[in-house]
């Protein structure tokens, strides 16, 4: 049995032909009434996911403490547009203001703004969020320009991808198309797409997977960069270097699913592609460097520390274990990335000092 929009989807092929997965991963996550990101809460334990700003408050303090320095170093420009893609329930945010209270002139400089397409969502990031006045955008191109704090956490993860297999005729793009009894299935192109044409050449049953929508609001925020100043802090799972395969995975419950089941109940999210990111972005690029050792440079395990001594045995046993989830190489310490974007390419941001080959 699919989903009621798997049915939608399903009647629209019918009427009108195959689609790409990027389409239908589109409407599968971003369906105004019942795309996944549209009509539930997917994060926490009773959802499909957790994220690090969820397993510890400890990531998005030191995510705000990232932000303030580099406000710093710019000069600190008043104001300044804060800008979170995709928030969640709002929690990094929240963690990152309380976390810079005490940093002199920055929340009378900052000037918050929320690109997230979920209702639900904007809900939780209104409660967790109402001292600060956040103005809500469906799409980064609607931020007023200016000098810019941009971070984003699982955002990338979440665009659409297109996918091609090498045929021994050439690329062909993977379409989502219709079996015989009417049900969704993957099938690919019959003829050369625009996208597959582009590709490089590889043996007869490679496979590439591309995120255009990424490497377009990479190049956006670029331009925002370029334009007014700023940095850039993205982080998510995903791979340094660009390389064949694909990545997209579905997961509904904590569980792995099909890509095709019941869309709008199931999250699908792929590999960030950084290099890709980077190049498009076209400015100083620091990293990506594993989110373990990001943290450790930040300072999380005094951080930890400090938060023990204050803590009942019990509440010091989830620290240590939000700890080792965060940095673990076998957790989210190696997987999870970051990559910071900046408009100055004369010194490494803190996080990333032990890496300055990595700037661009
Ligand atoms: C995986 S969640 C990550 C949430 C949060 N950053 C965290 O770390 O907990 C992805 C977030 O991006 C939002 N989102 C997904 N696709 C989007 C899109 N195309 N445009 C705007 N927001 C989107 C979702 O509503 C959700 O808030």
């Avoid at 620290?319 to 989210?332: G, I, K, S, Y």
Wanted: proline content about 7%; some cysteine; overall charge negative.
């Amino acid at each position: 049995m699919t989903s009621e929009l798997g049915r939608l989807i399903a009647h629209r092929i019918a009427l009108t032909g195959p689609i790409p997965i990027a389409g239908f991963m589109a409407e599968a996550l971003g369906h105004p009434r019942l795309g996944y990101y549209r009509r539930a809460l997917p994060l926490g334990a009773a959802g499909d996911f957790t994220t690090a700003p969820e397993i510890s408050q400890m990531f998005g303090e030191l995510l705000g403490a990232w932000l303030a320095e580099r406000w710093r170093a710019m000069g600190a420009p008043s104001p300044v547009r804060l800008v979170e893609l995709g928030p969640g329930r709002g929690t990094l945010m929240a963690d990152a203001l309380r976390a810079t209270r005490a940093v002199a002139g920055f929340h009378a400089a900052l000037d918050l703004h929320l690109v997230d397409t979920s209702g639900p969502l904007r809900m939780a990031q209104r409660a967790a969020l109402a001292d600060f006045s956040p103005t809500w955008h469906e799409r980064l191109d609607d931020v007023p320009t200016g000098p810019l704090l941009l971070v984003a956490n699982e955002f990338f993860d979440a665009l659409p991808v297109r996918q091609f297999h090498k045929t021994a005729e050439g690329w062909r793009e993977r379409m989502v198309g219709l079996a015989p009894d009417g049900t969704l299935r993957l099938a690919l192109a019959p003829g050369l797409t625009p996208f597959a044409a582009a590709l490089p050449d590889a043996p007869v049953g490679a496979e590439a997977e591309i995120c255009e929508a990424g490497r377009a609001l990479a190049a956006d925020i670029g331009a925002r960069l370029r334009q007014g100043g700023g940095w850039a802090l993205i982080v998510d799972y995903g791979h340094d270097h660009s390389s064949p395969g694909t990545s997209l995975q579905a997961v509904r419950g904590h569980r792995g699913a099909g890509i095709l089941d019941r869309p709008g109940e199931t999250d699908l999210s792929a590999h960030v592609d950084f290099a890709a990111l980077a190049a498009a972005a076209g400015v100083a690029a620091f990293g990506p460097v594993g989110q373990g050792d990001f943290l450790r440079r930040l300072g999380i395990e005094a951080r930890a520390r400090t938060l023990k001594q204050r803590a009942r045995p019990e509440q010091a046993g989830a620290v240590d274990a939000a700890l080792a989830r965060l940095l673990a190489p076998d957790q989210m310490g190696t997987l999870f990335r970051v990559l910071a974007l900046g408009d100055d390419r004369s010194a490494p941001p803190a996080g990333f000092l032990d890496t300055p080959s990595d700037a661009t």
